[in-house]
T-cell receptor, first 117, second 113 residues
Framework: GAVVSQHPSRVICKSGTSVKIECRSL??????MFWYRQFPKKSLMLMAT?????????EQGVEKDKFLINHASLTLSTLTVTSAHPEDSSFYIC?????????????FGEGSRLTVL | GENVEQHPSTLSVQEGDSAVIKCTYS??????FPWYKQELGKRPQLIID?????GEKKDQRIAVTLNKTAKHFSLHITETQPEDSAVYFC????????????FGTGTRLQVTL
């Protein structure tokens, strides 16, 4: 089956630093990847849609300069949390859509738990 | 945009009983409705999905029903087991170009012995 790998699974950083999270599709090409954020005991909230070779589309209320997304290849999308603050602490999960699939089914990464001190 | 509501937020059932979780959606264009199971600190796992051209789908102890007219869909788990305990999320999307899922608020299911 389709596998999406996310790294790192856990990261702790100091306030003011930047953190990069990688999302890779291991055995398929993903034209589109999605980045979600999940607070404890809450639902997954879509942050942005990452499209290979073009700018990401951000959801309302998500700061694009704060959460930089790059999708340079069909197998890799990165999310960089810039100048992280404690309120950015959360569980970040990526998902990928098979290139040209349009089936609806998404494949999720393992998630990355970010803790900002 | 799409809005998905989910009820109940918590559900406790005895082992062997059935559990039902209900969701409603707002966008009549949505045509794909997956259900995910998420254990603490883990990724969501797809357990069953249904498309708008089908009214019901079953996979062993799990079934999903869809009422397009009323814009609601439900998850049914029969003969519940302790390992069914988790958080369940419904979601909805339109699969025209890319699968931008909107998730429900989640239901914490606790199966007691």
């Amino acid at each position: 089956g389709a596998v999406v790998s996310q790294h790192p699974s856990r990261v702790i950083c100091k306030s003011g630093t930047s953190v990069k999270i990688e999302c890779r599709s291991l055995d398929f090409q993903a034209t589109t990847m999605f980045w979600y954020r999940q607070f404890p005991k809450k639902s997954l909230m879509l942050m942005a849609t990452s499209n290979e070779g073009s700018k990401a589309t951000y959801e309302q209320g998500v700061e694009k300069d704060k959460f930089l997304i790059n999708h340079a290849s069909l197998t890799l999308s990165t999310l960089t949390v810039t100048s992280a603050h404690p309120e950015d602490s959360s569980f970040y999960i990526c998902s990928a859509d098979l290139a040209g699939g349009g089936t609806g089914e998404l494949f999720f990464g393992e998630g990355s738990r970010l803790t900002v001190l | 945009g799409e809005n998905v509501e989910q009820h109940p937020s918590t559900l406790s059932v005895q082992e062997g009983d059935s559990a039902v979780i209900k969701c409603t959606y707002s966008d009549s264009a949505s045509n794909y409705f997956p259900w995910y199971k998420q254990e603490l600190g883990k990724r969501p796992q797809l357990i069953i999905d249904i498309r708008s051209n089908v009214g019901e789908k079953k996979d062993q102890r799990i079934a999903v029903t869809l009422n397009k007219t009323a814009k609601h869909f439900s998850l049914h788990i029969t003969e519940t087991q302790p390992e069914d305990s988790a958080v369940y999320f419904c979601a909805a999307s339109w699969t025209g170009t890319a699968s931008k899922l909107t998730f429900g608020t989640g239901t914490r299911l606790q199966v007691t012995l």
